[in-house]
C-alpha cells in the first residue's frame, strides 16, 4: 500500500506564492514509474485535475493554471511538488496528490490533502 502525504498549504494573500509537496512511502521502482498528480477540491464543486506529471516528464495543466503553476518530481525523493505563484482566490480549496501507476503496476493512492486559501 502506497501512502502519500501533503504538505505546505496555507494561507496567502492574492498574487502570492506556495510550493505543494507530496511524499510517497513506497518503493522507488513503484514511484518512478507512477504518475504523479494535484487535484483541487473546493467547497460546492468538483475535484477538478490541477496538473499531472507522467512517468517520462510530461506534463499537463488545467487552462486556468498555465503559466503561473508549474509541477515537478524527484524521484530519488519519492516525491512531487507542485509550485504556484500568482495565487488567486479561485485556486482556493484542499490540493491532494494522487499516485498511479498503471499501466505499469495496479497501484493507486490518494493522500488526505493540504488546505491552501487564497483571501486579502
Known amino acids: 500500500q502506497v501512502r502519500l502525504v501533503e504538505s505546505g498549504g496555507g494561507l496567502v494573500h492574492p498574487g502570492g506564492s506556495l510550493k505543494l509537496s507530496c511524499a510517497a512511502s513506497?518503493?522507488?521502482?513503484?514511484?518512478?514509474?507512477?504518475?504523479m498528480s494535484w487535484y483541487r477540491q473546493a467547497p460546492e464543486r468538483q475535484r477538478e485535475l490541477v496538473a499531472k506529471?507522467?512517468?517520462?516528464?510530461?506534463?499537463y495543466y488545467k487552462d486556468s493554471v498555465k503559466g503561473r503553476f508549474a509541477i515537478s518530481r524527484d524521484n530519488s525523493k519519492n516525491t512531487a511538488y507542485l509550485q504556484m505563484n500568482g495565487l488567486e482566490p479561485e485556486d482556493t480549496g484542499v490540493y491532494l496528490c494522487?499516485?498511479?501507476?498503471?499501466?505499469?503496476?495496479?497501484?493507486?493512492?490518494w493522500g488526505q490533502g493540504t488546505q491552501v486559501t487564497v483571501s486579502s
Open positions: 513506497t518503493s522507488g521502482s513503484i514511484f518512478s514509474v507512477s504518475a
Open positions: 506529471i507522467t512517468s517520462a516528464y510530461t506534463e
Open positions: 494522487n499516485l498511479d501507476a498503471s499501466p505499469f503496476r495496479d497501484v493507486e493512492s
